[in-house]
């Protein structure tokens, strides 16, 4: 099947998360990305090693359907690299700091001077306008800024989310904003920025309880896995694990207190709705607990699904992996053709499905260097002058 962006060129500048995933999902759809990282290979190749020489664990999810090439872009014939490829794309991703734009060549006035209607995707922690705009940072640091992190735990313990919810939704967003800049292409003519910041994401995930606290000064504190604004809304132990119950709205309470046996709180005003239900949260969660614990996890699960009360197991990552309803949803692609993997990586495709043109894994991760001298020979260069640059640790 033909992908969607076939015909779109990408060059992927991005380290760690938020620029490769957001390249990944155009090349998912069909676009020619190119990775482009250091000769010695980039430092998010080998974050988390699983292989025998040490690639890791995210550098696959992050890579799937690009070709890799090496280049030292800071180096004068490296700059001539770089022009040559711009002239040949539509858009280049990175998500690096401001200065190093610029020595690299990929600022967006060095771009628009080499191809006018490029596309410049370019993502960072704290974005380009305000006093951090030159600072770095990671997912981390945007969670305990958005205040989420402040919530998600507990009085005098803050906790950051384990995933990280900041890079992979800036890198969404800066994918979806990418292909918003390519229609806008095709209608003026010209390219432009787009801009993804860590802390933006984190900000608009977070923007309800800033806006309850704004309005109504609530100054509320973290109570872990228990939700505050509904109940119950926990993580329970069972006999053998623990689940997750999420009851939200009066028929979803209604239905869950009849199969606890709470049938007198219908009536309580201490329960009549989310907002009061969420302020006696510990009330109901030890209600909620007390129940689940004379119980397995199966038995739990079964009878809240009869009841159609929304509840889901609290997995470890080998069990995600063997959930015969993961499996099915056919997500996990088995990547076994590169080199050093001691058995097939499944590794997460695109989240999003589409009926008739599906984003989908057809090439595994690129080696270090794999399509350099393909790349560098569509652009133009003869062997010799690839010998030369290769000499030079250019590539």
């Known amino acids: 099947m033909t992908g969607v962006l076939e015909g779109v060129r990408v060059l992927d500048f991005g380290r760690y998360i938020a620029g490769p995933y957001c390249a990944e999902l155009l090349a998912h759809f069909g676009a020619d990305v190119i990775r482009i990282e250091k000769l010695a290979g980039s430092e998010d190749r080998y974050t988390t090693p699983v292989t025998a020489d040490g690639v890791g664990a995210l550098f696959f999810q992050m890579n799937c359907n690009k070709r890799g090439m090496t280049l030292n872009p800071t180096k004068p014939a490296g700059r001539e690299v770089v022009a040559r490829l711009v002239r040949t794309a539509d858009v280049v991703v990175a998500n690096l700091p401001h200065p190093s734009l610029v020595e690299m060549g990929i600022d967006y006035q ?32 945007a969670q305990v800024m958005s205040g989420a992190s402040y919530l998600g735990g507990f009085p005098g313990q803050p906790m950051k989310s384990f995933a990280p919810y900041a890079d992979y939704g800036t890198a969404t967003s800066a994918a979806l904003g990418t292909l918003a800049a390519l229609i806008a292409r095709q209608r003026t003519g010209r390219g432009q920025i787009v801009e993804g910041a860590l802390l933006r994401t984190a900000l608009a995930y977070a923007n309800g309880p800033m806006v309850e606290q704004v309005l109504l000064d609530v100054n509320r504190v973290g109570t872990g896995n228990r939700a505050q604004n509904a109940a119950p809304a926990d993580i329970f132990k069972t006999r053998d694990g623990a689940i997750i119950i999420q009851v939200v709205g009066q028929p979803l309470f209604e239905r869950w207190a009849r199969l606890v046996g709470a049938e ?8 009549s709705s989310d907002a009061e239900r969420g302020r006696n949260a510990e009330l109901i969660s030890e209600r909620a607990g007390a129940w689940c614990r004379e119980r397995t996890m199966a038995e739990a699960l079964d009878e809240l699904e009869r009841a159609r009360v929304p509840a889901g197991p609290v997995l470890t990552p080998q069990q995600a992996h063997d959930d015969p309803h993961v499996q099915a949803m056919g997500m996990l692609n088995p990547i076994d053709d590169y080199p050093g993997l001691p058995r097939a990586a499944p590794v997460a495709g695109c989240p999003v499905a589409l009926s008739d043109t599906p984003g989908e894994i057809t090439r595994r991760p690129p080696t270090l260097g794999e399509h350099t001298r393909d790349i560098l020979t569509e652009i133009g260069y003869g062997e010799a002058e690839i010998a030369e640059l290769s000499a030079q640790r250019v590539v």
Do not use: C, H, N
């Not at 007198?264 to 329960?271: E, I, K, S």
């Open 264 to 271: 007198d709180w219908l009536g309580d005003p201490r329960f």
């Open 110 to 141: 060095s771009l628009k001077a080499i191809k006018e209607d490029i596309i410049l995707t370019m993502i960072s922690t704290f974005g380009s306008q305000g006093p951090y705009s030159e600072r770095v940072g990671f997912d981390g640091i």
